[in-house]
């Protein structure tokens, strides 16, 4: 009796996830023009996600850089909290 009423869940769960699950209303028109150059430079965080390469820094920042070939390099960095080292 306990399995069925696990199966049961389980299913109904299954079910859930399948059928019920939130579509996604995200806007992905490009925008008509985009200045790339204007976006090159040091942007400073305000707020942001957790990332695995930015945990225990503070004062974050990104450096973009358009490169010859018509590429974007950026480069994050932040500092360490712990040592006060920039990393």
Same mark, same amino acid.
């Given at each position: ?69 018509? %590429? ?12 006060? %080292?920039?990393?």
């Amino acid at each position: 009796m306990k399995i069925a009423i696990v199966l049961l869940a389980a299913a109904l769960l299954v079910i859930g996830v399948v059928y019920g699950g939130v579509t996604d209303r995200t806007d992905r028109t490009p925008v008509p023009s985009f200045d790339l150059a204007r976006y090159m430079g040091t942007w400073y965080e305000i707020a942001r996600y957790d990332h695995s390469f930015e945990r225990r820094l503070a004062g974050v920042q990104a450096y973009y850089e358009l490169l010859s070939d018509g %590429r974007v390099t950026v480069e994050n960095s932040g500092v360490d909290y712990r040592s006060g %080292r920039r990393k």
